[in-house]
């Protein structure tokens, strides 16, 4: 009796404090309990997982350690083309049956990383035991984390097969995607959520504000019709978008409603199930997606209550219409208003620059291979880096002729040194071996090796920024930026040309 009454005090008191901070702030309960546990993530997320690119041998002992906890139902559930385990996760009680599967591509990690902070929430106890009792009391979760091992091996979209899992809907040729439309089967959810990564580059409509997280309710048909199955998917998503614009404003956008008849997220809307797609963008300053990985735990948290107490009910669908759908208006650096001279003439130009990321076995698991994608009137797009260089010369990296012996010789002052003449690379007696790509402070060539730096698109982006006297004041070398008056940025590094 004694415990009966502790737990009915602590939930009256949560209680209360959600309707008074709902009351102060005019937000829903939901919103108030989002806002809960975004700010208390740090106390359950997942220490050990700290970057995008992890295994599916880091992923397999946490998930067997929940074996341990009575509020799991851990098994395996089927294998990859290459023989991994692919895991079901069960918890909860509640008449409400959700699933939930992430990384089915498998360089779509971030919601990976989410679930398993929201395992270690469920199975944690404190002062928000009456949020995550309700959620377990009112539904039933069934998680799928990494249904792509093999393409999460390598941190490519596609299976082992080379199939893309999700286009595999109907064929049903790969292991991975029979697995998912059984379980679907044999679950038959009354809401999915299907968990993805999208581009960086994406926008929020015409904004300059990245796509942070966006949202979709898939079309089962292609005049994108409207039945209950899919209203309650539409309602959810007003719901989540109201929770997640307090930690994002501005940020949030929807998924172009376009039909795909080969998709599972379209296709399971069609089967009867009320299917949230979420995809993860870019946010400045977030590389591996570490805020975005707590954004999703919170939103994955507040949709569940929203689902579990049947509070979507109450936002009208009209809303979800109103949610931006998200462009491709982005670039990571953008170089304002530069002059370049070239036949003769001097051109006012803007250059966008994308940094693409080359897996590889460096601390990172990858390194960047930047290009010029964009040259010209660049008004209407934005970058996460953007530098003003009006009055200045874009100058094509001059290579230094003279061999040096061995990348040793490319000490901080004398590559400060040969950036200020406008060297952008080096030729090396001495090419590294095994060499890790994001210790070179510049580009290195062997001695008999020729390199063109004239700027054009789908080219490296390695020149300098010069005022008309010559006087380098950036260096851009493999699309990075270094202001000369300042210490070298701390995400700068060359490549072996």
Known sequence: MRKVLIYFLSFMTLLGSQCQQS???????????????????????????????????????????????????????????????????KAGTGKTKVMLWSQMHGDESTATMALLDIFNFLQASDELNPIREEILKNNTLYFVPMLNPDGAEKFIRRNALDIDLNRDALRLQSPE????????????????????????????????KPATISFLAPAYNHAQSV????????????????????????????????????????NIQKWGTSLILIESGGYHG??????????????????????GTEEYTRYDVKEYFKIPENQRNLFDVVLRKVLYRDKGRDTLLDVGIIRNEISANTPQNFYHR???????DMSVFTGYEELNAEGLYLVPG??????????????????????????TTVKLQQLPVGYNPVELPLNVVEPSGRVNHALALDRGANFTLQTPEG?????????????LSKEKPALFHGLVL
């Open 471 to 483: 006087q380098v004041r950036y260096a851009i070398v493999n699309g990075f930026i270094y202001d």
């Open 177 to 208: 995607a029979k697995l998912l439309k059984s379980l679907r089967d044999s679950i038959q959810p009354d809401f999915g959520f299907n968990l993805h990564d999208q581009s960086r580059l994406y926008t929020v409509g015409s904004t300059a």
């Open 286 to 307: 977030d590389p591996e997606k570490q805020y975005i990985r707590q954004l999703n735990f919170a939103s994955i948290l507040s949709a569940l209550q929203l689902i």
């Open 370 to 376: 930047s290009t010029v994608e964009e040259i010209g």
């Open 23 to 89: 009351l102060v702030s005019g937000q829903s309960p939901s919103a108030a309990m989002a806002r809960q546990v975004f700010d208390q993530h740090a106390q359950y997320k997942e220490a050990s997982i700290t970057h995008r690119r992890f295994k599916h041998r880091d992923l397999v002992p946490l998930l067997e350690k929940l074996r341990q906890n009575p509020l799991f139902q851990v098994q395996v559930a089927g294998k990859s083309v290459e023989k991994r385990d692919i895991y079901l996760i």
């Open 227 to 266: 039945n209950e199955v899919r209203e309650r998917a539409m309602r959810t998503i007003v719901g989540m978008n109201e929770s997640i614009q307090q930690f994002i404003p501005g940020q949030v956008a929807k998924y172009s409603d376009e039909h795909e008849p080969r998709a599972f997220g379209d």
């Open 398 to 423: 001059k290579v230094y002729e003279e061999p040096l012996a061995n990348a040793g010789e490319l000490t901080p002052e004398r590559t400060h040194q040969l950036l200020s003449a406008g060297y």
